[in-house]
């Protein structure tokens, strides 16, 4: 059974810095490339970033673009989610996704496998 599970969300001021993690387990965690998106209430889901399975390639929204980090451990199953310099507008439940290799990683559709997600919170 696949399971993705991701930590280290929370409540952090504007300007502050949190780093996300998602472990994998039930899938030959190499062969996926990996997805972070974002989901405000009452929005859609979105696309944050996301990194091949070789971590060779990067590739992140223009909302993200020189805060957020993304770096996958293939040796450890996990990706992570560096994010600095946090704005109130980046509160939303962070989710973790995991996809054939490549795909078309900014769309939800290219994605096979989701974790419960972790709530970001920036206060102003």
């Known amino acids: 059974q696949v399971q993705l599970v991701e930590s280290g969300g929370g409540m952090v001021q504007a300007g502050g810095s949190l780093r996300l993690s998602c472990a994998a387990s039930g899938l030959t965690f190499s062969s996926y490339d990996m997805g972070w998106f974002r989901q405000a209430p009452g929005k859609e889901r979105e696309f944050v970033a996301a990194?091949?399975?070789?971590?060779?390639?990067?590739y992140y929204a223009d909302s993200a673009k020189g805060r957020f980090t993304i770096s996958r451990d293939n040796a450890k199953n996990t990706v992570y989610l560096q994010m600095n310099s946090l704005k109130p507008e980046d509160t939303a439940v962070y989710y973790c996704?995991?996809?054939?290799?490549?795909?078309?990683?900014?769309?939800?559709?290219?994605?096979?496998?989701w974790g419960q997600g972790t709530q970001v919170t920036v206060s102003s």
């Open positions: 990194i091949r399975w070789s971590g060779a390639s990067t």
């Open positions: 996704a995991a996809a054939g290799r490549n795909t078309m990683v900014e769309v939800t559709t290219g994605y096979v496998y």
